[in-house]
């Protein structure tokens, strides 16, 4: 029994043996026909014609990755901490859609949330560069975690402000019947979406849209800014942490131990 977990969990969580790469590519073709399945059946003539068959489509892709999520509990070395990583929640919440929509009818469209499983091409094709730059991302976007919640409750503010402003100005009978509904319109200005199921009337208001306008224009440039100095300096690090030591080649993968120019071994700056 130990010797066949053994052999299951090679296939199924790693990727240095052919029949674990073809495992992970067969999976992620079935995950692809699994949301274009659910997408086609969003189409009302598709769904006219073939709602049995993408029913029936439904429920089978659902009880294969029922079957998978289950034998990757059962060959997992730690299975709590499988069950609450990342793949773990995302392989998990591709399953509950079809299973709620016995409870809650139309939930089950929320299985194109199984596109989230594609994540695991990077892993799968071996593009470790990808996974260094999305890993800088991640660490740009956790560093200015305070700087953008700071932002954004200054927006909030501002969007409170222009959203009371309109409802005074232009009142009720232009379409503003609440402060929450001003509000409202204020968040679609500012972020220049601009449905135009709520509009100004008078000359005042007009005005007060315009400067709307331009602020979520300059709002847009913010957050970019402060983001993208952060990737600049994670990326520097980056680089100086890979940065060989004997040529300064800096060009390596994230897992890099040894530099792929001359050889020698990969010193962190702590090392």
């Not at 003539?45 to 709602?51: M, P, R």
């Not at 602020?215 to 913010?222: D, K, S």
């Not at 980056?238 to 890099?256: F, G, I, L, M, V």
Request: charged share 20%; glycine share 6%.
């Amino acid at each position: 029994m130990t010797d066949r977990k053994t052999r299951w969990r090679r296939v199924i969580f790693a990727t240095d043996t052919q029949a674990g790469h073809r495992f992970d590519l067969a999976l992620i073709l079935v995950i692809l026909a699994s949301v274009l399945a659910a997408m086609l059946d969003s189409v009302e003539s598709l769904h006219q014609q073939y709602g049995r068959l993408f029913y029936l489509l439904e429920w089978g892709f659902t009880l294969l990755f029922t079957l998978e999520y289950a034998v990757r509990l059962w060959v997992s070395e730690h299975r709590r901490a499988y069950a609450f990583s990342f793949y773990g929640l995302v392989d998990l919440l591709s399953i509950l859609p079809t299973y709620l929509s016995l409870l809650f009818p139309g939930t089950h469209y929320l299985l194109t949330i199984r596109a989230l499983r594609l994540l695991r091409i990077f892993r799968v094709m071996k593009l470790a560069k990808f996974m260094g730059e999305a890993s800088q991302l991640t660490q740009a976007l956790v560093r200015t975690r305070r700087k953008i919640a700071v932002f954004m409750f200054s927006v909030l503010v501002v969007i409170i402000i222009f959203g009371s402003l309109m409802y005074v100005i232009e009142g009720p009978q232009n379409g503003f019947t609440s402060i929450p509904r001003s509000i409202y319109w204020a968040i679609v200005t500012i972020t220049t979406v601009g449905y135009g199921d709520i509009s100004p009337q008078t000359p005042l208001g007009q005005l007060i849209a315009s400067l709307a306008m331009m602020t979520g224009y300059g709002i847009i440039a913010v957050p970019t800014g402060i983001v993208t100095a952060e990737i600049s300096v994670a990326r520097t690090r980056w680089n100086r942490e890979k940065s060989c030591s004997a040529c300064h080649c800096d060009d390596h993968d994230a897992d890099a131990r040894y530099c792929k120019r001359c050889g020698a071994e990969l010193l962190t700056p702590s090392e």
